[in-house]
């Protein structure tokens, strides 16, 4: 599945053309410290075979490669909530730094939040910023999620407790 946007921007299902590209892309330091932990560091090879098997099983597609003019720049992803929560979508995305300050986050988070919204019965998307991300923020901003939440002291990176920042987007809201 493709999902076309602006400016060479587009969201691919992951398959095997983007093994070679994805381990040393994400196999950055600077990236996983701004993504949960379960996000593996070092990034080795095995790891991306692994992701990218993972994600042949998900229909409709819930992880998606972001390619810039037809090279691998990032992934965005979301994970439904389970029982009560199933109306909650969470979202999470990363670039690759070589592609970072080309507006490709915000892009992306637009045409991945119209497809979550069109795909699945949720009311609700959110994405998680820990509070020394500021960049992550302003994309989220641009792509026309508000500000919800600050769980203070929500999270603890490299011995660190910070403040996570969430943000949403409603169904049927500007």
Partial sequence: MNISGERGICLETWCERHFH?????????????????????????????????????????????????????GAIGSERGKDELRTNMEMGFWIGEPFWGKGIATEAVRLFTEYLFEKFDVQRVFAQVYDYNGKSMSVLEKAGYIPEAI?????????????????????GEE
Avoid: C
């Fill in 21 to 73: 590209q994805l381990y040393p892309l994400a196999n950055n330091p600077k990236i996983a410290m701004n993504l949960r932990d379960s996000f593996p560091q070092p990034y080795t090879i095995h790891d991306a075979r692994h992701w990218i098997e993972h994600n042949q099983k998900f229909n409709p597609a819930q992880n998606f490669a972001i390619e810039f003019e037809g090279k691998l720049a």
């Fill in 151 to 171: 769980l203070k002291n929500g999270f603890i990176k490299r011995g660190i407790v910070g403040d996570l920042f969430q943000y949403v987007k409603i169904r």
